[in-house]
């Protein structure tokens, strides 16, 4: 066997052992370099990609190359690949440095019509960490295997987490490998405009014939749905009507079915008749990966402390991660160089810095009864109903968790309490989390709120 031979061998048996998107972010551009005295020296195209295989993968790489050739005795990285070096690499420029503008703005041009999937958004495009490793690995095999696995599969997560990319990646392997296969992706909003529309000219059943000889149905952001009767009932049943043809269903929502409220029992219990998975939040080594992934990918590099910076400094969004890569991109462009560190701050000053990335006893209130769907005048009121005197704990709880506030300060917060009460509220709140999993749950769905 060459080393070629050997190499290709190695990744057909790595490709058994891990996913599909690790395999190709961090496998796509390795080769073998040398092989000499028992010793392998394979190229990767970076740094990065070094210490992730060296930390990683080695193990696994080294246990498959020896069996594959017993001589080898170890595994090296190397970087050292004569042109292939980052800095070499063309600036590629978006069109827009404005944060708030996701990419999806211009490629949509190639939106397919139909199925309304952007092919920017595959498996390989989608860089998996912990938080997020059981999402993905649902929608693979619902991808693999659409309408056989999980049915429905049910996806949520905070803003900017890889819900849309998900879905989508799943629309889009499937039409890959079954081009026949009819797909559809949309948004619980559009979804809900057509009813609304359909009941104006009288024709809903025509809208929902649309729907009928569907192989592959996405909705985006079920959670809107929420107190929309008239929607709910259509939904439930165009859901029916493919789910008994075995079709696949995916869903994804900013929370899981039980916390959506004003839902329909009957489609609640529908929603949780299949897979429920989530996405937590990215790590930061998952920060640092998708970054440096998403920099290769637009061929640009910047130096390891900026992005080490983005990866420290923005945590609860990707959406936002790629926001800042794409303006230090356009500097790039514009000056001909690469920032520095300080320069990058002074970039990123409105991204990373952003007053409303700063809590305040109001932010907390609000996204407290947003999530559990009650007034704000309600929460600090005096009321003792039952429905309101847990969330009125949680709100608490975060006041004193996020703010420092103090307990009298609190306690006057909500409807001139006595301090006591907000102890009594934080201590049983903060309790609960360590064994109440659903709660602890909500309190960090709750938080990403805040934080937004
Ligand atoms: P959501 O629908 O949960 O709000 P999106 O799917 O729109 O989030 O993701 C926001 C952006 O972040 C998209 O550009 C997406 O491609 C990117 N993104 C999210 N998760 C990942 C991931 N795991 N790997 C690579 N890119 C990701
Ligand atoms: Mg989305």
Redesign the pocket.
């Given at each position: 066997m060459n080393t070629e031979e050997l190499w290709q061998a190695m990744l057909a048996q790595i490709q058994f052992n891990i996913s599909k998107a690790n395999f190709a972010t961090w496998f796509k551009n390795t080769e073998v370099l040398a092989k000499k005295d028992g010793q392998v020296i394979i190229s990767v195209p970076n740094n990065f990609s070094k210490e992730w295989l060296e930390n990683k993968y080695n193990k696994l790489i080294f246990k498959i190359l020896h069996s594959l050739d017993e001589e080898i005795k170890e595994v090296k990285y190397s970087v050292d690949r004569p042109g292939l070096k980052a800095s070499a690499a063309p600036v590629a420029v978006l069109e827009s440095y404005d944060n708030d503008v996701?990419?999806l703005e211009f490629q949509e041009l190639k939106i397919h019509k139909e199925s309304n999937l952007n092919p920017r958004?595959t498996f390989e495009?989608?860089?998996?960490g912990p938080f997020?490793e059981l999402a993905q690995a649902a929608a693979w095999a619902v991808a693999k295997n659409p309408g056989a696995t999980y049915n429905p599969l049910f996806i949520y997560?905070g803003?900017?987490?890889?819900?849309?990319?998900?879905l989508q990646a799943i629309g889009n392997e499937v039409s890959r490998k079954i081009p026949q296969k009819k797909i559809k992706y949309t948004s619980s909003e559009k979804f809900t405009s057509g009813i609304v529309n359909s009941i104006k000219n009288h024709d809903v059943e025509k809208f929902k014939s649309l729907y009928q000889d569907i192989d592959v149905l996405m909705i985006?952001d079920v959670q809107f749905l929420s107190g929309k009767e008239k929607t709910q009932e259509e939904f439930f049943h165009v859901f029916n009507g493919l789910y008994e043809k075995n079709k696949q269903i995916i869903l994804?929502s900013d929370r899981p079915p039980k916390a959506i409220s004003a839902l329909e029992e009957r489609l609640r219990s529908r929603f949780e008749g299949g897979m429920i998975a989530d996405i937590s939040l990215p790590d930061l080594e998952t920060r640092l990966a998708?970054l440096k992934?998403?920099a290769q990918e637009k061929r640009v590099s910047f130096a390891d402390d900026i992005l080490e910076y983005i990866a420290a400094n923005i945590q609860i969004n990707?959406?936002e991660l790629?926001g800042a890569l794409n303006r230090l991109t356009a500097y790039q462009k514009l000056n001909n160089k690469s920032p520095d560190l300080e320069i990058a701050k002074t970039l990123l000053k409105n991204v990373i810095f952003s007053p409303k990335r700063l809590a305040n006893p109001e932010k907390i209130i609000r996204a407290v009864a947003v999530f559990y769907d009650l007034k704000e005048r309600d929460l600090i009121a005096v009321s003792r109903k039952k429905e309101i005197v847990r969330p009125r704990q949680i709100a608490m709880y975060f006041l004193r968790k996020e703010l420092k506030s103090s307990f009298p300060f609190i306690g006057k917060k909500f409807g001139g309490k006595d301090h006591t009460t907000a102890i009594h509220a934080y201590n049983k709140i903060a309790k609960e989390i360590e064994t109440n999993e659903n709660l602890t749950e909500e309190i960090s769905l709750i938080k990403e709120q805040i934080y937004r």
């Open positions: 996701p990419q958004y495009s989608f860089i998996v997020n997560g803003v900017g987490l890889g819900k849309t990319h998900l985006d994804s998708i992934a998403k990707i959406r790629e």
